[in-house]
């Protein structure tokens, strides 16, 4: 048996954990990370550019731009563009740049600000992960679901889900319209 044990764990790692939200996971990395001597300093410089480039991926999104056109104006691989936009779904341009701050912060007291470099990382991996947001934005005037109103039954809601979901374009049953068959 060549090796044992855990595999070396990159900074980076325990970066794309905290920003996925995976406490546990994060964690875990973290402490492995700093026994197996990687620098703390090392662990902030991932957790602040990975949060840039989301930072810089939630602002030029809507840009109309090709993958490899967007890559280049954030500064990243293009490869890297799946990874933030599925990142992108739990985070808000607030939650990013509160985070920024707390990342900020953890870089003073590893650089010697504080006593304990330790702590301050697992503190700001705990921070980053609470900035998260969870919340998605409804339409104005739509209610959350599992909302009745007292002269809707939940059979109609779903029929009227379904309506809404039902393409443009004629079917593909019949040729006909949507609706004109009944």
Do not use: M
Request: charged share 25%; aromatic share 6%; net charge positive.
């Amino acid at each position: 048996r060549y090796f044992g044990g855990r595999a070396e764990v990159t900074s980076f790692a325990v970066a794309d954990d905290t920003l996925s939200g995976r406490s546990d996971g994060a964690l875990a990395k973290l402490r492995w990370a700093l026994s197996t001597g990687v620098a703390p300093v090392l662990i902030t410089s991932a957790l602040s550019s990975n949060l840039r480039s989301l930072g810089r991926y939630l602002e030029g999104r809507d840009a109309r731009l090709r993958d490899a056109d967007l890559a280049r104006a954030i500064g990243v691989p293009p490869w890297k563009l799946k990874d933030l936009s599925r990142l992108a779904r739990d985070w808000s341009p607030a939650g990013i740049a509160r985070a920024i701050h707390s990342v900020a912060v953890a870089d003073a007291a590893v650089k010697g600000a504080a006593s304990d470099p330790g702590f301050a990382l697992e503190q700001v991996v705990l921070t980053v992960i609470g900035c998260r947001t969870r919340e998605r934005r409804r339409p104005a005037g739509r209610r959350p679901q599992g909302t009745t109103d007292a002269a809707r039954s939940p059979g109609r809601r779903l029929s009227r889900k379904f309506r809404e979901r039902r393409p443009s374009w004629r079917s593909p049953t019949c040729g006909s319209r949507p609706g004109s068959c009944g």
